[in-house]
Nanobody, 121 residues
Framework: QVQLVESGGGLVQAGDSLRLSCAASGRTFSSYAMGWFRQAPGKEREFVAAIRSGGPTLYADSVKGRFSISRDNAKNTVYLQMHSLKPEDTAVYYC???????????????WGQGTQVTVSS
């Protein structure tokens, strides 16, 4: 069982940066691939980025070059550094865990409660 708690969301202006954190419980954090997803009002949950221990990463085209995912296995934490934020990045951001890298929300077994990111124009 893995419990995930996101933090770091907030209200920012377009062009600003923000770093989200996701703290995981459990002793096997390093075994899990970690993903970030987001869901805007009225839209489906969409993939943002994912990372596996050892470094392989995946990014959605919409965030490539602006967002960076990283993890610290010693702290059981995964991060999402977001730069050059746009109003269309506004959403609730969720972290999730599974064994193996994937871009599909349905593949993930564990989810956090989400943190709101709002980008004003």
């Amino acid at each position: 069982q893995v419990q995930l708690v996101e933090s770091g969301g907030g209200l920012v202006q377009a062009g600003d940066s923000l770093r989200l954190s996701c703290a995981a419980s459990g002793r096997t954090f390093s075994s899990y691939a970690m993903g970030w997803f987001r869901q805007a009002p009225g839209k489906e949950r969409e993939f943002v980025a994912a990372i596996r221990s050892g470094g392989p990463t995946l990014y959605a085209d919409s965030v490539k070059g602006r967002f960076s995912i990283s993890r610290d296995n010693a702290k059981n934490t995964v991060y999402l550094q977001m730069h050059s934020l746009k109003p269309e990045d506004t959403a609730v951001y969720y972290c999730a865990a599974r064994l193996g890298l994937s871009m599909l929300p349905s593949d993930y077994d564990y989810w956090g409660q989400g943190t709101q990111v709002t980008v004003s124009s």
